[in-house]
């Protein structure tokens, strides 16, 4: 099959019977700085719009020494909370006509810096990683060239420019509400204590249970991944354990509550006498007959505050707000969290 030829500026210029330098101005928007003539102008983009003339990205690029995109690198795209932002994203970025382009890591350091270096040969104009990784050497080098901005969670205690969201202190609200209702037994399923997010929250966790005046104990807090298959391994674990389900149990995360979830629905044990709180939510919590206690981050705020920073930087116009930490919301749904909230 024959290619089509691309419709350039030339043509346009010669279908409206002007110069090259005519219907450049016209199509770039400067026509009215240059005194090009209304009729001129109104017949350039009458042809522009018949013939579907669309700008050419590599000849902007070159005036401007930008690609107009940026890459955005998350752990997993089917996590709630990481599609939310970067559905959010994905609209400013539109608005904004700039193209978002995503990548997944699965968690992976090794795969991670596979998608950051493709998005590097792509030559976006900034990166917001969502990273796995335990050093940000890495992403130093790279801000020597172009603007980082970490989302959702912080690599170490890196000083690139962040936004995440306050899990201690909504994890410490929570817990404290749940450790006064169940001071015997509250169970703690967190993924792995390399990543910013799992220390955080278990940091909120035992502050809350300090707070109520709890004494943790070990055997109350296990680690996996950030995954269904995880939260249901623990938690097949613990009621083989205990010969029950835990009275009181508490997710770092959407994944982990998941697969608690099918372990109970495979069990026959969604009636059990359980209270479940986990750090995200889930509209589809609202449905359940079974009532659970979430922490839910605002989406849309660390979207719209890690595009404005990530452009800002890029702009380089940026002189305060490279640190940013957001409230997190606690939504009660247990008839009793609500007798009992602090």
Same mark, same amino acid.
């Given at each position: ?53 669309? &700008?050419?990205?590599? #000849?902007? +690029? ?7 995109? *940026? @890459? %955005? ?118 993924? &792995?204590?390399?990543? #910013?997010? +799992? ?7 035992? *502050? @809350? %249970? ?133």
């Amino acid at each position: 099959m024959k290619n089509k030829k691309r419709i350039t500026i030339s043509d346009i210029a010669e279908l409206a019977g002007v110069s090259k330098a005519t219907a450049s101005l016209v199509l770039n928007g400067r026509s009215k700085e240059y005194r090009v003539a209304d009729e001129t102008r109104d017949r350039v983009l009458a042809i522009a719009a018949e013939q579907h003339y669309q &700008p050419s990205l590599h #000849a902007r +690029s070159l005036r401007t020494h930008r690609t107009h995109t *940026l @890459g %955005l690198v998350v752990p997993e795209m089917t996590n709630y909370g990481f599609a939310l932002i970067s559905r959010e994203l994905e609209t400013l970025c539109r608005e904004a006509g700039l193209q978002l382009l995503i990548a997944c890591s699965d968690e992976n350091p090794s795969q991670e810096m596979m998608a950051v270096n493709s998005l590097l040969q792509r030559q976006v104009d900034g990166l917001i990683v969502a990273s796995s990784l335990t050093s940000d050497s890495e992403y130093q080098k790279i801000n020597e060239r172009l603007p980082v901005v970490q989302l959702d969670r912080r690599i170490g205690d890196s000083a690139l420019p962040w936004v995440i969201s306050d899990s201690v202190e909504s994890t410490a609200e929570l817990i404290e509400n749940l450790a006064l209702l169940h001071p015997d037994e509250i169970y703690y399923l967190g993924g &792995p204590l390399r990543l #910013a997010p +799992s220390r955080e929250r278990l940091a909120g966790y035992e *502050l @809350g %249970l300090q707070r109520a005046g709890v004494q943790a104990k070990p055997a109350w807090v296990l680690h996996g991944q950030f995954s269904p298959s995880s939260g249901y391994e623990m938690m097949a674990r613990l009621c083989a354990e205990l010969g029950r389900p835990p009275k009181a149990l508490f997710t770092a995360a959407c994944g982990l509550l998941e697969g608690v979830l099918r372990y109970l629905n495979q069990h026959q044990l969604m009636d059990a006498d359980i209270h479940l709180c986990s750090f995200d939510d889930h509209y589809l919590f609202d449905c359940l007959p079974l009532r659970i206690d979430t922490i839910a981050q605002d989406s849309q705020q660390m979207a719209a505050h890690s595009f404005s920073l990530i452009t800002r930087l890029i702009e380089q116009n940026v002189s305060d707000g490279l640190a940013q930490s957001l409230p997190s919301q606690i939504h009660w749904r247990h008839p009793l969290s609500r007798k009992r909230k602090l």
